[in-house]
């Protein structure tokens, strides 16, 4: 996953910040658009083999309106899924940068498995109205005989299509999810960051699993609410009262039961993570965070116990809200724990930026002639001392009110003193001559 690094800048301290921010937002539209694909596929899962098996017309029917709820159109799937997948992907490949850790490459691999997922959730969604319209055409009496015949055949296969590609879906999504989680997870665990036995601690790890599970339970819980908000602004829904019921019934129960369970793997996601992600943010997005579940729950409840749907809207904004701090404690997680990370790449950046200055000419160098002295000339001259050559305190009075002349020698040294051996020429650059020599004469009488 090297080639990601190649798409990598080095950005200075406020573009990370901004970019911090966007993978937060990228979060945001991601988990609310994710968690409702898996519950929607899950429960249309279960219905269907549930009618299957008890031939219950309003299981099938279910079944269908809840596939057909997150899937309205495929520009949703790439838009809501996979454009945030990616910018979290180049996110974390920008915030990694020059660490090893391939997490950023993990959720390019997440993202892999996201495409085959909604392919096959959208060939389940198709199969299934395919399936309805040719067993529509092979029960009506009025078509010919071939026509059935021929749609009949394709009857079956659309059948067994059906029965495998939700399944499919499905398994491919959570993988996707599940890598993402881990992957994300990497990044909040620095003291990983040198194992090199990523994918392993990846897989095999508390913190990867809770976290898979509050996703879960999220989208499960985050689907009954809406299942229940579209059931009650639905007028052709609620005009079948025993589907209508049945809806009911069963989105707020799901609802009550996982948002009770909810706060619970919210808890427990703050105690499996690294202490070098824990800060006074995380603690507090946390509290409201399970705050607005317990709000959640007394909603569901009071639905149930007045057994009317009136706080269905409110529902779906308390869950996004929800999202947003769960978000948020993900974003300060990140935040702290790649505070060393971060300190890094900015000082990196300086060291990009005075380069690329230097490049363009951008940059005055700054010629010391302290530093000149020292690293060519001290190895013969002392100030007071004689070493190979004449001490400067002798040499220089001479050459007092004549700066142009000592550069001239310094520039192309000619031989003055039979005493000593001819000077041999330092290969100073003309403004680094002049800057020794300024060095030379304000220093030698002092
Ligand atoms: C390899 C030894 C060597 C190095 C290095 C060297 N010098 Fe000299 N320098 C000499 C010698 C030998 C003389 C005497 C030359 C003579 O008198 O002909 C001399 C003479 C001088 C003098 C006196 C000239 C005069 O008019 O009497 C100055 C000033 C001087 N060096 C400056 C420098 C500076 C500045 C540097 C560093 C950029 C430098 N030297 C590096 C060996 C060295």
Same mark, same amino acid.
């Given at each position: ?145 071939? #026509? ?111 948002? =009770? ?34 709000? #959640? ?74 530093? =000149? ?74």
């Amino acid at each position: 996953m090297e080639f990601l690094d190649k798409y990598v800048l080095p950005q200075s301290a406020h573009h990370m910040i901004l970019l911090k921010y966007l993978m937060a937002l990228a979060l945001l539209i991601f988990i609310p658009y994710i968690s409702l694909l898996i519950g929607s596929l899950t429960f249309s899962l279960i219905f269907k083999n549930k009618s299957a098996k008890n031939n219950n017309a309003a299981h099938y029917k279910f079944s269908k309106f809840l596939i057909d709820l997150t899937t309205f159109n495929k520009v949703s799937a790439l838009g809501l899924g996979l454009a945030p997948l990616l910018s979290i992907s180049f996110g974390v490949a920008q915030l990694l940068h020059l660490s090893d850790v391939p997490a950023a490459g993990y959720i390019l691999l997440s993202s892999i498995f996201y495409i085959a997922a909604i392919i096959f959730i959208y060939t389940f969604k198709y199969s299934f109205h395919l399936r309805d319209i040719l067993g529509a055409v092979t029960e009506n009496e009025n078509i010919k005989e071939e #026509i059935k015949e021929e749609s009949s055949f394709y009857l079956s296969s659309a059948n067994k299509l059906l029965r495998k590609s939700g399944f499919f879906g499905l398994a491919l999504l959570l993988v996707s999810v599940y890598l993402f989680v881990g992957a994300l997870n990497l990044t909040t665990r620095p003291e990983l960051w040198d194992s090199g036995n990523y994918f392993i601690n990846l897989i095999f790890s508390l913190q990867t699993v809770v976290g898979f599970l509050q996703i879960i339970l999220f989208a499960f819980g985050f689907t009954a609410a809406f299942i229940i908000y579209r059931s009650y602004s639905s007028e052709a829904i609620k005009s079948d009262e025993k589907y209508f019921d049945f809806i009911k019934n069963f989105g707020l129960k799901t609802g009550l039961i996982i948002s =009770i369970i909810l706060p619970l793997f919210i808890i427990l996601s703050i105690l499996v993570k690294s202490s070098q992600a824990l800060s006074y943010n995380l603690f507090a997005y946390t509290l409201l965070a399970l705050f607005v579940v317990m709000f #959640i729950s007394v909603l569901f409840y009071l639905m149930i116990r007045d057994a009317q749907l009136r706080y269905a809207s409110s529902l779906v904004y308390l869950f996004v809200l929800a999202v947003f701090f769960v978000v948020m404690q993900e974003y300060s997680s990140l935040d702290t724990a790649t505070k060393k990370q971060f300190a890094f790449l900015a000082a990196n950046y300086d060291e990009y930026k005075s380069a690329l200055e230097e490049e363009y000419g951008l940059k005055k160098v700054v010629i010391n002639g302290a530093d =000149i002295y020292n690293g060519k000339c001290i190895a013969c001259h002392q100030f007071d001392k004689k070493l190979v050559g004449p001490p400067y305190n002798e040499t220089l009075p001479k050459y007092e009110g004549k700066r142009e002349e000592l550069v001239k020698f310094i520039l192309n040294p000619v031989k003055i003193n039979p005493d000593y051996p001819a000077m041999p020429n330092q290969g100073l650059k003309p403004a680094e001559a002049e800057a020794v020599v300024d060095y030379l004469l304000s220093t030698y009488k002092k």
